[in-house]
């Protein structure tokens, strides 16, 4: 365990358990978006060369429009 996440879980300890659980709560929701992000992209790659491959197709047809950052 790395030295930051020592000190938090330390400071954390010294809270109400309610706010331990809010803590808690949020680490574990984050270690679990990871996961699932970590597993989408992992198995996104096919995906994404396909919709790059028919992007290019449609811009080199003219099928697509400039971006304006200004009018975002």
Do not use: V, Y
Not at 23 to 33: F, G, N
Not at 39 to 64: M, N
């Amino acid at each position: 365990m790395s030295k930051l996440f020592d000190k938090a879980i330390a400071r954390a300890r010294q809270l109400p358990a309610d706010r331990q659980n809010a803590i808690a709560s949020l680490i574990l929701d984050t270690i679990e978006d990871d996961a699932h992000w970590d597993a989408a992209f992992a198995d996104s790659h096919e995906a994404l060369e396909h919709l790059a491959a028919q992007a290019d197709e449609e811009d080199r047809k003219g099928l697509t429009e400039g971006l304006d950052p200004d009018a975002l």
